[in-house]
């Protein structure tokens, strides 16, 4: 293919909650697309998601079952990032938020993948500029922040550090397009624009849970019907998973410093007992609710 064009090959490493989800709209979208798992039964589970979701969107209306046949004739998985790695035009990964682990990532893949492709992470608080350090050619990396449940969340925020280059921030945006989203660009910094604001909000409704100020249920509506928030900020953290919260926050408040990014409490020991939100069950909220 034309390395200039849209990108037709996508592959996509991790199989967890945004890393299907990204899968799965992608196909939805027309782009071939590989998700890649080392983990077996997480890329089953990952596979089994896109499948009920498929299902959800056909139940009310969204899809026609063509359009779940083509999204599923367009994704295959993987678990060797090798063989797909080398036939791929954009690389998003959605794998741990873990600085070290993200670097060695994309140290293996820049030696994998062709000279044109693109390399995107779905950090959503890590900067970039430290992500790409240990690239030959830092460049190609850019920063794709898709939102959870991926099918249904509009925003992409692309990010930028210093030395990301015109092309890699094209082929984001007109990915970005295709995929219905709409696409914010925003300079490297900690916590980008999204997670910077999403958390304070976040942090503060588990403070009142902390102090006992109102439940989480109340705290909640109280964003949704006060400030037409679509969702609440505790539901909001189930969604996301109170573990990637706490690494969000303990990353602002070791890049930015201030009280605001300081973890409560009551997330870290939810977090230490593995009441994680939706994923393990309980969080702020019982999964499914009762």
Request: glycine share 8%.
């Given at each position: 293919?034309?390395?200039?064009?849209?990108?037709?090959?996508?592959?996509v490493?991790?199989a967890?909650?945004?890393?299907?989800?990204?899968?799965?709209?992608?196909?939805?979208?027309?782009?071939?697309?590989?998700?890649?798992?080392?983990?077996?039964?997480?890329?089953?589970?990952?596979r089994r998601?896109?499948?009920?979701?498929?299902?959800?969107?056909?139940?009310?209306g969204?899809?026609?079952?063509?359009d779940?046949?083509?999204?599923?004739?367009n994704?295959?998985?993987?678990?060797?990032?090798a063989?797909?790695?080398?036939?791929?035009?954009?690389v998003?990964?959605?794998?741990?938020e873990?600085?070290?682990?993200?670097q060695?990532?994309?140290?293996?893949?820049?030696?994998?993948?062709?000279p044109?492709?693109i390399?995107?992470?779905?950090?959503?608080s890590?900067?970039?500029?430290?992500?790409?350090?240990?690239?030959?050619?830092?460049?190609?990396?850019?920063?794709?922040?898709?939102?959870?449940?991926?099918?249904?969340?509009?925003?992409?925020?692309?990010?930028?550090?210093?030395?990301?280059?015109?092309?890699?921030?094209s082929?984001?945006?007109?990915?970005?397009?295709?995929?219905?989203?709409?696409?914010i660009?925003?300079?490297?910094?900690?916590?980008?624009?999204?997670?910077?604001?999403?958390?304070i909000?976040?942090l503060e409704a588990m403070?009142?849970?902390?102090?006992?100020?109102?439940s989480?249920?109340?705290?909640?509506?109280a964003?949704?019907?006060?400030?037409?928030?679509?969702?609440?900020p505790?539901?909001?953290t189930?969604?996301?998973?109170?573990?990637?919260?706490?690494a969000i926050?303990?990353?602002?408040?070791?890049?930015?410093?201030?009280?605001?990014?300081?973890?409560?409490?009551?997330l870290?020991?939810k977090?230490?007992?593995?009441?994680?939100?939706?994923?393990?069950?309980?969080?702020?909220y019982?999964?499914?609710?009762?």
């Open positions: 293919m034309n390395p200039n064009s849209t990108p037709l090959n996508l592959t490493i991790g967890g909650t945004m890393g299907h989800g990204i899968a799965q709209v992608a196909a939805s979208a027309g782009l071939k697309v590989t998700l890649v798992d080392a983990d077996l039964a997480a890329l089953e589970r990952g998601q896109v499948d009920e979701n498929l299902a959800g969107a056909i139940q009310r969204k899809l026609t079952p063509a779940r046949d083509r999204a599923v004739a994704l295959a998985t993987a678990t060797s990032l063989d797909c790695a080398r036939t791929a035009d954009l998003i990964e959605a794998i741990v873990r600085l070290d682990a993200k060695a990532l994309f140290r293996q893949l820049e030696a994998l993948v062709p044109h492709a390399l995107a992470s779905n950090t959503s890590l900067p970039l500029a430290k992500i790409a350090a240990p690239l030959a050619d830092p460049s190609r990396l850019i920063g794709m922040h898709f939102f959870n449940p991926v099918f249904l969340m509009k925003l992409v925020e692309l990010v930028v550090h210093p030395r990301t280059s015109e092309r890699a921030r082929v984001a945006l007109d990915v970005a397009r295709q995929m219905g989203k709409t696409a660009v925003v300079n490297d910094s900690p916590g980008f624009a999204s997670s910077r604001l999403g958390v909000l976040g403070r009142m849970v902390e102090q006992g100020v109102a989480p249920a109340d705290i909640d509506t964003m949704e019907l006060g400030y037409n928030h679509p969702m609440g505790l539901k909001l189930d969604l996301v998973g109170l573990d990637i919260r706490l926050a303990d990353t602002l408040a070791r890049e930015i410093g201030g009280d605001q990014y300081q973890a409560p409490q009551l870290r020991d977090v230490a007992r593995g009441e994680l939100g939706k994923k393990s069950g309980k969080g702020f019982e999964w499914p609710p009762k």
